[in-house]
């Protein structure tokens, strides 16, 4: 299995998940706004620039960000992710000083139309979380039938809790207990229920 693919896919998924919830949410809002084509337009023109100001940041941490984008080494010190909410702002999630990284941030994009939130935790130091859940599900030592991996449902950054989420099948004090021995036992990870996604 290829490097990060479980979370990988995985994010996708969810990418895809929130784009149809939030399609549902505005099916009242453009049913209500056909005689505003302009909110919808200026709607569409902010996710777009959010989208170019987020290509900005990464493209500032190395220029072959894309293919690198699972690795922890990419990633400075203060940047704990970042993320479009459903109003279509560009928010960058930071560690330590909010002002300076405000400022420094600011002039990497070249504006300031963006939010700024803090978290304790590193989007670097999540990637590592993730590679040490990549290396235990690609070790061809652990036995097929370990209990992490039959209830192993994917594992994922989540920017806006700041912390790993691990979904598994099925969520118990024995579980996390074997998980936490066997896996990691860092403290960003969570655990949450979830179901083993159906590929096709």
Known sequence: M????????????????????KQKDNNNSIQESENYPESINSEAAQNINALALHDKLM?????????????????????GGSFIDNNGNFIIAVTGNMDKNREYLTDIL???????????????????????????????SIPNDHP???????????????RVKVLLTEVNDDII?????????????IFEQGEIPELY
């Open 59 to 79: 493209a500032s941490f190395s220029d072959d960000w894309i293919e690198r984008e699972s690795d922890p080494d990419l990633y400075p010190e203060y940047y």
């Open 148 to 162: 992490v991996l039959i209830r192993f449902a994917g594992a994922y950054p989540d920017v806006m809790e700041n």
């Open 110 to 140: 070249g504006t300031d139309n963006f939010k700024i939130e803090t978290g304790r935790y590193s989007y670097r130091e999540m990637m590592r979380v993730m590679d040490h859940i990549d290396d235990f599900l690609v070790n061809s």
């Open 177 to 189: 207990s074997t998980f936490k021995k066997d896996v990691s036992n860092s403290p960003l990870i």
């Open 2 to 21: 290829k490097k990060t693919a479980v979370y990988l896919v995985l994010s996708l998924t969810l990418v895809s998940l929130a784009a149809c919830n």
